[in-house]
């Protein structure tokens, strides 16, 4: 039995409106609106590209002209309403979302240390806790703070001293949190101090099943449809197979479809839906007949 078919240009509308470009580009664009334009995005990707302006203002920008960096800033540094950690880079995601990320911290503590060593040639390890002693003690340290008598290299943007990589790398697997940037370099803490304590204690951690189970359905929610793995790449911390096995589980229990998407040159695709797809007045919204400059990091891309 053939599978239904969802039109390309219906198919762009729904795109569109879900990566929230459907609706007029106005509206208040700070405080807990900005935090709801993140929500609903799910993540903003940092960047420090600035030829014209950094990609996560211009993400933010395209959608809400009235946003200005310093809101962002003060979300983010001041309200402590954002945390910032890796989805496909780094972002900023809501912090009611960091118990997710206990699997992507999880893992990463366990691939990083081999790779990291041998993608920098030196034993990062053995710094890691007097860089944790420097923080305890000194707090909202950057890398230049930390391993002062260390050599640096010239050799470019990813070519880390031994302390900078501890720091990244207990940043990476939970230990420390980044409170804020100094220009585009990150300044660390104790994570303690920085995530409520309900949001870190590990008792309230979702297992692997729940975190699947989140990933997807955020995912799907932002996307509109999807293949498996589109679903996984979202936030970048289930593999391909959990995501397949996600659809197949939620297929067979009859809350997902899978329909043909109609590409720009007419060729056919699968790719999963929620049940009720052809319902959604996305479908048929035209987007505002107006030009909007997006980022080449823009979630829409």
Not at 8 to 29: T, Y
Not at 105 to 134: C, I, N, P
Not at 176 to 191: I, M
Request: proline share 7%; hydrophobic share 40%.
């Amino acid at each position: 039995m053939s599978r239904p078919r969802l039109a390309n240009a219906a198919a762009r509308r729904l795109f569109l409106a879900r990566h929230l470009l459907s609706d007029p580009p106005q509206g208040p664009a700070k405080g807990v609106a900005l935090l709801k334009l993140i929500h609903d995005l799910g993540f903003v990707q940092l960047d420090s590209i600035n030829t014209v302006a950094r990609a996560h203002d211009l993400i933010l920008f395209a959608r809400r002209p009235r946003y200005r960096p310093a809101a962002l800033k003060r979300l983010y540094e001041n309200g402590r309403a954002l945390f910032e950690h890796w989805t496909h880079d780094a972002a900023v995601i809501p912090m009611e979302f960091y118990p997710q990320w206990h699997l992507r911290r999880t893992r990463d503590a366990a691939k990083l240390l081999g790779r990291w060593k041998d993608w920098q040639r030196h034993d990062f390890e053995a710094q890691m806790q007097s860089v944790l002693a420097q923080v305890r003690a000194e707090g909202g340290v950057t890398s230049s703070d930390v391993g002062r008598d260390e050599p640096r290299s010239s050799g470019g943007w990813w070519q880390w001293h031994p302390s900078k990589t501890a720091l990244e790398y207990l940043w990476r697997s939970g230990a420390l949190a980044v409170t804020g940037r100094e220009g585009f370099r990150k300044r660390y803490d104790l994570t303690e101090r920085v995530v409520p304590a309900a949001l870190r204690d590990p008792a309230n951690a979702p297992d692997i099943g729940q975190t699947v189970d989140w990933c997807c359905n955020q995912a799907l929610a932002r996307l509109g449809f999807a293949t498996a793995g589109e679903l996984a790449a979202f936030w970048a911390h289930i593999s391909p197979a959990e995501a397949r096995g996600w659809c197949a589980a939620e297929q067979a229990a009859g809350r997902l479809e899978e329909i043909d998407i109609e590409a720009a040159d007419g060729s056919l695709r699968p790719a999963f839906v929620r049940p009720g797809w052809a319902e959604d007045p996305a479908l048929t919204r035209e987007p505002p007949k107006r030009l909007r400059v997006l980022s080449p990091f823009d979630p829409a891309l």
